[in-house]
């Protein structure tokens, strides 16, 4: 059974830092990309930022320069670093793997939420 679970959010400050991270059991993430999307009060389930299994990122206009992607394949585990923080980074925070390229199915998180509040 593939699992995926965030974890990391919480309540911070304008400008403060979160570091969030999607831990997997039963599937090994080296061979997939993985990727973060965030849905706000209201919004849609947005892609925030990707990381491939050569470790190519690609994010989000919204994001660049304050959020980084990172992966640890020996631990199974992506990281989402975010700086500077502003209150529309407010949401919950899910991570994915479309394994659909490798005949599996596409997994979820159960997300996690982070809150940009003074």
């Known amino acids: 059974q593939v699992q995926l679970v965030e974890s990391g959010g919480g309540l911070v400050q304008p400008g403060g830092s979160l570091r969030l991270s999607c831990a997997a059991s039963?599937?090994?993430?080296?061979?997939?990309?993985v990727r973060w999307y965030r849905q706000g009060p209201g919004n849609q389930r947005d892609l925030v930022g990707s990381?491939?299994?050569?470790?190519?990122?690609d994010y989000a206009e919204s994001v660049k320069g304050r959020f980084t992607i990172s992966r640890d394949n020996a631990k199974n585990t992506v990281d989402l670093q975010m700086n500077n923080l502003k209150y529309e980074d407010t949401a919950v925070y899910y991570c994915?793997?479309?394994?659909?390229?490798?005949?599996?199915?596409?997994?979820w998180g159960q997300g996690t939420q982070v809150t940009v509040s003074s």
């Open positions: 990381i491939t299994s050569a470790r190519i990122t």
């Open positions: 994915n793997i479309d394994g659909s390229l490798w005949g599996l199915s596409n997994y």
């Open positions: 039963g599937i090994n993430i080296a061979p997939h990309t």
